[in-house]
Nanobody, 122 residues
């Protein structure tokens, strides 16, 4: 069974920084892409950033320059460094593993973590 567990959330003042981590565990052959999404109260879940197994990154336009995604393939871990945080960044942040293959013989599927709360106070 595959599990994704996020950590690093918390309460931070406006302008501060936080680093989120997400570890994927279980039977894993390869994870093509790992990423972060977030969902604020009353809003739909939105994509934040993603990184492929080859290190190619993409970010939501509104977050470029403040958020940095990175990945350790050997540890099946993805990070999100968040800087210059704003109250509007307050949300539950979810980790996503896309096209995760448990064996070389399958095409892979998506997995989600349970989320970690980030609260930015003004």
């Amino acid at each position: 069974q595959v599990q994704l567990v996020e950590s690093g959330g918390g309460v931070v003042q406006s302008g501060g920084s936080l680093r989120l981590s997400c570890v994927a565990s279980g039977r894993i052959y390869r994870i093509y892409s790992m990423g972060w999404y977030r969902q604020a109260p009353g809003n739909q879940r939105e994509w934040v950033a993603s990184i492929t197994i080859y290190g190619s990154t993409n970010y939501a336009d509104s977050l470029k320059g403040r958020f940095t995604i990175s990945r350790d393939n050997a540890k099946n871990t993805v990070y999100l460094q968040m800087s210059s945080l704003k109250p509007e960044d307050t949300a539950v942040y979810y980790c996503n593993a896309s096209a995760l293959q448990q064996t070389i013989y399958e095409s892979g599927r998506d997995y989600w973590g349970q989320g970690t709360q980030v609260t930015v106070s003004s």
